[in-house]
């Protein structure tokens, strides 16, 4: 089973992945943890590349998109296909859904192109589900305020994380089998336990009985 989440700043993924990872082993699954950008040595130097600051240049939209798209593209063939077809869930933090939400809906790249671009570099592998944290951009910039070192995205505009905001909404109404949308200003209790409860049907069925 192939696992995404998505959500803008401060929603909290990567302490509800950590946090359901740890309920996933205890029942007995074997489960990989990984994220975009990011996933492999390659991944982590892109990573650098798009996220580091440099005030002296700007990185144009279309050249950060390949960038991602790199990322992406190792990511799948090296670590998220092999682990799938060795039975292993999969959580991915971010995947090409970000791609969309970011670079279409924030950046206004075309949609059409990013999903024929995406298609490309996944091969077309799609999660089984997609866990979008929605939370108010304002308060994602609240929780992640005082966090050193933000990073180049991390200091855009509000007005841009509203427009990934919407982004989101839009992705998860054109397939609402595949999204689950969580209320990420609940407590990360809260979060877990709806989290735990969107999955547990799954878990028992094999993935060709995923909706
Ligand atoms: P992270 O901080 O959640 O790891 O994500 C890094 C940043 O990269 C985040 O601001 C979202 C952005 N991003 C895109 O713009 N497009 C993408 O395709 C991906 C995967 C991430």
Request: glycine share 10%.
């Amino acid at each position: 089973m192939f696992l995404s989440f998505e959500g803008g700043e401060g929603a909290g993924k990567s302490t509800q992945i950590q946090s359901l990872l740890v309920w996933l082993q205890a029942q007995g699954h074997t489960v990989l943890v990984t994220r975009q950008p990011g996933g492999t040595d390659y991944g982590q130097r892109i990573r650098h590349l798009i996220l580091d600051h440099h005030p002296s240049e700007l990185l144009s939209p279309r050249a950060e998109l390949f960038l991602y798209l790199a990322d992406r593209a190792h990511h799948v063939d090296t670590v998220i296909r092999p682990a799938l077809a060795a039975g292993q869930i999969v959580i991915c933090d971010r995947y090409a859904d970000s791609t969309l939400a970011y670079q279409g809906y924030g950046r206004g790249l075309d949609l059409n192109e990013l999903k024929t671009l995406n298609h490309l570099a996944t091969g077309g592998l799609q999660p089984d589900l997609t866990f979008w944290l929605d939370l108010d951009p304002a308060l994602g910039h609240a929780r992640i305020g005082d966090r050193p070192g933000k990073d180049r995205l991390e200091s855009e505009a509000l007005a841009f994380h509203q427009k990934v905001r919407s982004g989101y909404a839009a992705l998860a109404a054109e397939e609402p089998l595949r999204w689950q949308r969580v209320d990420a200003s609940l407590s990360a209790q809260a979060v877990l336990a709806e989290l735990k409860t969107r999955l547990g049907p799954y878990l028992n069925s094999p993935v060709e009985a995923l909706p």
